[in-house]
């Protein structure tokens, strides 16, 4: 039974334990690496150093493919850069870093390309993997809320929709869905994901070509959390330098 598993890999630790479980468990796998105006660019690099070990390490993971929206939406991504620096979106979604239906985007630019592959290489079974778990009270707070398009009734939903799908049958890979952070942290633990070589930081400094986590915000927080109930010390312990070719010089 051949099956395929085409991923956003955010280089973040969530995808990045999601594509080692999806590689273990024998499905081959395609990444899709989105590029749309993201506030730090340190994930695209850790994200490529990360995907550069992934494929030395196994033979099933196919190829990483790069979706740049910055080409195709440049002046509503400028618009929301504006947005975003104001403090309007902020106000409107109360997420600092939210990104309009980005979730949902992804999984639709998903679907495209794990239809199109199933048909060309013959899969029997194809899916497409959406990043859901349960966030941590003690990060966020009770009175936290989660992107709406990162919810267990969002994926609930958009499995109905693909089932609308008579040509080819395209399946949600959620095997976080009833996961906690630390659920997620033990199994990167237990499958030899490189957690230093991810990225979770939402605001890192940046001096010299060294980025170091922020260690204050939401995200920071809760890897931090997760990885002492996991008995993992230096989960935040990590860093990315940036090469010549990225430009990025001191803030």
């Known amino acids: 039974m051949k099956k395929l598993l085409v991923l956003s890999a955010s280089g973040g630790l969530d995808s990045s334990t999601m594509l080692y479980k999806a590689l273990n468990d ?85 679907t495209v390309f794990a239809e199109i592959s199933a048909i060309a290489m013959g899969y029997d079974e194809v899916y497409i993997g959406l990043g859901i778990h349960k966030h941590s009270e003690e990060a966020y707070g009770e009175e936290h809320r989660d992107y709406w398009d990162i919810t267990p009734e969002f994926a609930k ?7 609308l799908n008579d ?36 605001n890192p400094s940046i001096k010299e070509g060294i980025a170091i986590p922020c260690l204050e915000c ?12 996991a008995g993992i010390n230096d989960i935040n312990a990590y860093h990315c330098i940036f090469g010549e070719e990225e430009g990025i010089g001191d803030e």
């Not at 890979?173 to 979770?200: H, M, N, Q, S």
């Not at 939401?218 to 109930?229: F, Q, S, T």
Request: proline fraction near 3%; hydrophobic fraction near 35%.
């Open 26 to 110: 024998g499905f081959d796998v395609i990444t899709l690496g989105f590029n749309y105006s993201q506030k730090n660019e340190v994930e695209l690099i850790q994200r490529k150093n990360l995907l550069e070990e992934t494929q030395r390490k196994f033979q099933n993971y196919i190829t990483d493919i790069p979706i740049d929206l910055n080409c195709m939406m440049e002046i509503q991504l400028n618009t929301f850069k504006k947005l975003r620096e104001s403090q309007k979106i902020k106000e409107e979604a109360k997420h600092e870093f939210y990104m309009p239906s980005r979730n949902l985007l992804f999984a639709v630019i998903s």
């Open 157 to 163: 939903r958009l499995q109905y929709l693909l089932e």
């Open 167 to 202: 040509v080819k049958k395209i399946n949600l890979y959620t095997p976080f869905v009833e996961k906690t952070k630390e659920d997620i942290v033990r199994l990167a633990i237990e499958l030899g994901l490189p957690y230093k070589d991810t990225w979770t930081c939402y």
């Open 218 to 229: 939401e995200a920071c927080i809760e890897r931090e959390l997760a990885g002492k109930k």
